[in-house]
């Protein structure tokens, strides 16, 4: 392990941050880390990302370094959880020269955003774009495939003259359900949900929908030729892989029947699919084909993530700075089983909280664990370095900022969700560490607002969770046994551990941080 940290200089590093003492702020830590989080939420809020994504100087608009004429020959689609707010921003800036929209939204949400006073997120009385509600409990139905074949529509009218506006965001895919005819929405729907059942990975998943469908998989783009396609994306997707969110409407991929069939007689499946499927399948070339310019650069279309989870950790170690902590950032894919980055983030803690010389038993595990929670080898030395390098030198208070989609193994029918059943284990693993000021805190919420079936976000812990548990005569392992993480936290100290935001509008999965105070060190 000493090898492998020695490869990193120290100097670069506190020549970016600088050795200036951290601001004094007299706020606890739990008051910090929801702070943090906040600010973290705030700063992919879909209006805001859209802001600051588009810039408008008369009849000229600039997107992402781009820049189109405006001659009142734009329109936009959209489909997605946040896409409201996203469309409400854009048409605000465009005026005008916005023709016409369509955007397929979760069924209800113009009712909530009023009911909860986020009118900055709706569209105005006189907009040009039509607002069509589908996908009841996040499942395509006849409304979503409605709103899908007015959003094709729309884009099938469209010249070179046009410029389309596709706003995208988590949630699409079921906002987008398109099959190809003769397949039905209920045939599709059948298909996948079979290849699910028998074990298909989510590649061979989207593969098929892709095949199945008009608009995924780059068929709105292709919909669209020849206008300019332009997509802005709030990514929920770990590594922001544009094929994958909302299943990549314009995102061209070729897939050839040969491929899907394939896929289904693996599953052992392929004498089971409709005939309308077969008839899809059968055809002898994918789509792409139909229009021979366009090239495989797909030049008329352009696709940026303006909004995610790495984008959330940046303005989170912006607000970190200003609380008087040093921000480091271990990475925005961790995932995996909840038990094994619980484990992760409590060496990490105790790692950096250690007065003495960590054990090398400590890297040693965190580097093993690194392939199970998706963290790069690299990332885990480089954030040791940090955390050890601060402690060493005495930088003050230092704040771990991750983020990502963990796993949780489903063992009992109790209400939570990954975010509090990690704060939960972390809470364990912390146990032995001094408690705040003194000792670390950690906070894992879901930038959504609702972690599973419940109206928190996440929850906040330290080193005394399970002494204080204790007190209150509640078992920490019964509640983890049934999945019950929400009904712990609402029993402990009336609620107070809970992170509840409330509505957020937006979501870039989760963040994390450990928050880790001054620690005076033994020296030898």
């Given at each position: ?149 007015g959003i094709a529509q729309l884009a099938s009218e469209l010249t070179e003259k046009d410029l389309l506006l596709v706003l995208i965001s988590g949630g699409g895919s079921a906002l987008l359900p398109a099959p190809i005819p003769p397949i039905s929405l ?18 061979e998943l989207n593969t098929v929908r892709r095949a199945l469908s008009l608009l995924k998989g780059g068929g709105l783009a292709h919909c669209a030729h020849p206008a300019q396609v332009f997509a802005l994306i709030l990514s929920d997707v770990i590594g ?285």
């Open positions: 392990m000493a090898r492998v940290l020695s490869l990193f200089r120290p100097q670069p590093f506190l020549a970016l941050v600088g050795r200036r003492k951290p601001t004094l702020c007299k706020m606890s830590l739990d008051s910090r880390a929801r702070e943090v989080f906040a600010a973290a939420v705030e700063s992919v809020q879909p209006d805001t990302v859209v802001r600051q994504s588009i810039e408008r100087k008369e009849d000229l608009v600039i997107i992402d370094g781009h820049k189109f004429t405006l001659k009142h020959n734009l329109h936009l689609v959209g489909f997605g959880k946040a896409v409201l707010g996203m469309a409400a921003e854009a048409e605000r800036i465009m005026g005008d020269h916005l023709v016409k929209g369509v955007i397929s939204v979760p069924h209800g949400i113009q009712q909530t955003l009023q009911q909860h006073g986020k009118d900055q997120l709706l569209l105005k009385e006189n907009s040009r774009i039509r607002v069509m509600e589908g996908a009841k409990h996040n499942l395509p139905d006849a409304d979503a495939q409605k709103a899908a074949e209920q045939e599709k729907f059948d298909v996948t949900r079979k290849l699910a059942a028998a074990g298909a990975t989510i590649q922001d892989p544009l094929d994958l969110i909302a299943s990549g409407p314009t995102v061209r991929s070729k897939v050839w029947p040969e491929e899907v069939l394939s896929i289904l007689e693996r599953y052992k499946l392929l004498n089971s699919v409709p005939a309308s499927v077969k008839d899809v399948l059968g055809r002898l070339s994918p789509r792409w084909q139909e229009h021979e310019d366009e090239t495989d650069k797909a030049e008329h279309v352009r696709n940026v993530v303006i909004g995610s989870n790495g984008v959330a950790l940046k303005c989170a170690g912006r607000r970190v700075r200003e609380l008087g902590f040093r921000p480091v950032v271990l990475s925005p894919g961790v995932c995996g089983d909840v038990r094994s980055v619980s484990r992760l983030y409590g060496l990490l803690a105790r790692f950096a909280c250690s007065r003495e010389e960590p054990p090398p038993e400590i890297a040693a595990e965190v580097l093993r664990l690194g392939p199970e929670v998706g963290v790069e080898s690299w990332d885990l030395c480089r954030t040791m370095q940090v955390l050890g390098e601060g402690r060493k030198e005495g930088w003050g208070a230092t704040c771990l900022l991750a983020g990502g989609e963990p796993t949780v193994e489903l063992t009992g029918k109790g209400r939570g969700g990954r975010n509090q059943e990690l704060a939960l284990r972390v809470g364990l693993e912390l146990r032995g560490l001094e408690l705040p000021p003194k000792g670390p805190v950690f906070l894992s919420g879901g930038t959504d607002g609702q972690d599973g079936p419940t109206e928190a976000a996440g929850a906040i812990t330290d080193g005394g969770l399970y002494e204080e548990a204790q007190a209150q005569g509640l078992d920490i392992n019964n509640f983890l046994t049934n999945n019950d993480s929400f009904t712990f936290f609402t029993r402990l100290s009336s609620g107070q551990r809970l992170l509840v935001p409330g509505l957020t509008c937006t979501n870039v999965m989760d963040v994390h941080m450990l928050l880790i105070p001054p620690i005076p060190i033994n020296i030898k």
